[in-house]
T-cell receptor
Framework: GIQVEQSPPDLILQEGANSTLRCNFS?????LQWFHQNPWGQLINLFY???GTKQNGRLSATTVATERYSLLYISSSQTTDSGVYFC???????????FGKGTRLSVIA | DAMVIQNPRYQVTQFGKPVTLSCSQT?????MYWYQQKSSQAPKLLFH???????NEADTPDNFQSRRPNTSFCFLDIRSPGLGDAAMYLC???????????FGPGTRLTVL
């Protein structure tokens, strides 16, 4: 089956720092999504990005489908960015998303 | 605001006592999903509905059932909860298969 690997597994940042989270996947991509899970457990969709680059405020994401990876950039991090970031991928519209194990981010003031 | 709502947010049940979790959506999406998430793990898909078509994941235990009486509502029934079923249960929706998924806040289930 599809393998989704995220790195790093844990990350601690000082407030204001920038970071890059990586997602590698083993199969061709039809559907790739980045989620943020806050400390209360709510999963928020950040990006739907099977290819290309998107930006939303301090966050941006790039997926290079031919090389089977996606990157999530967080700039000027804030304490509210803390939580777990998941990448999830599917190789067709009819197959379920496969989630990576996540990157746990802690932003300290 | 359009959203995905889950009730209750916290559920405590006894070992073996049936429990039902509820999910409703105002997005009018065709697809509804149920995920199980255990502590420090990724969400694991249990099943999903595309309209009325039910799709069960191969490794979802028979103890877990689901109902979707209409577009807006979907229920997760756990017939005989065991201690290993304690988890966060997440409902999600998408307009179509393969589209952006929107999650509810989850129901945290405790089994005593």
């Amino acid at each position: 089956g599809i393998q989704v690997e995220q790195s790093p597994p844990d990350l601690i940042l000082q407030e204001g720092a920038n970071s890059t989270l990586r997602c590698n996947f083993s199969d061709s991509v039809n559907n790739l999504q980045w989620f943020h899970q806050n400390p209360w457990g709510q999963l928020i969709n950040l990006f739907y990005i099977p290819s290309g680059t998107k930006q939303n405020g301090r966050l941006s994401a790039t997926t290079v489908a031919t090389e089977r990876y996606s990157l999530l950039y967080i700039s000027s991090s804030q304490t509210t960015d803390s939580g777990v970031y998941f990448c999830a991928e599917a190789n067709s519209g009819n197959t379920p998303l496969v989630f990576g194990k996540g990157t746990r981010l802690s932003v300290i003031a | 605001d359009a959203m995905v709502i889950q009730n209750p947010r916290y559920q405590v049940t006894q070992f073996g006592k049936p429990v039902t979790l509820s999910c409703s959506q105002t997005l009018n999406h065709n697809v509804m999903y149920w995920y199980q998430q255990k502590s420090s793990q990724a969400p694991k898909l249990l099943f999903h509905y595309y309209d009325k078509d039910f799709n069960n994941e191969a490794d979802t235990p028979d103890n877990f059932q689901s109902r979707r009486p209409n577009t807006s509502f979907c229920f997760l029934d756990i017939r005989s909860p065991g201690l290993g079923d304690a988890a966060m249960y997440l409902c999600a929706t998408s307009r179509e298969g393969g589209a952006t998924q929107y999650f509810g806040p989850g129901t945290r289930l405790t089994v005593l």
